[in-house]
């Protein structure tokens, strides 16, 4: 049986990282059924987001708005919106191996997370500072707390 897959992304004020993701989810080899943008209410504006995912009509973006400020509310908004039969979640500023969305399809029930390398085009903002120094060593953060990151989230 085959089943769809939706990839909810959160988005807030990172245009550029957005459309490298969205361009790194066209090079899969298994394309998403779904791909929902759940903006924060960017400053740059919902029509840019909009502007950005109809750029890739292979994807079909689904672009929502999601007022209440934080990425999870912002996944909570764009799962609300999927539709697929998996749900995966990819930060605005990850790109995804080749194989993720072919990777996570063949996972048991259940939930998975995955590594998440922390890079930059550019000198360092804060966020990508932070998660530099503190961040994103999944299989500790699973051993030591059972946390799984949802920037790399099925």
């Not at 029509?47 to 929502?64: C, D, K, Q, S, T």
């Not at 912002?74 to 990850?94: I, M, P």
């Amino acid at each position: 049986m085959s089943r769809t897959v939706s990839v909810v992304i959160p988005h807030l004020d990172d245009p550029a990282g957005l459309r490298r993701t969205l361009e790194a989810l066209c090079g899969q080899a298994q394309l998403p059924d779904q791909v929902v943008i759940a903006d924060n209410a960017s400053d740059c504006g919902v029509h840019v987001i909009h502007a950005i995912a109809a750029g890739f009509p292979r994807l079909v973006p689904l672009v929502i708005t999601v007022p209440e400020r934080g990425a999870g509310p912002a996944r909570n908004g764009g799962a609300a919106r999927a539709t697929g039969d998996w749900l995966a979640f990819l930060d605005c500023d990850c790109l995804p191996e080749a194989d993720w969305i072919a990777t996570g399809t063949r996972l048991a029930d259940g939930i998975a997370g995955g590594p998440v390398t922390v890079f930059w085009d550019e000198a360092p903002n804060a966020v990508a500072a932070f998660d530099l120094l503190f961040g994103f060593n999944v299989a500790a953060s699973f051993r030591r707390h059972g946390h799984l990151l949802t920037a790399n989230l099925w």
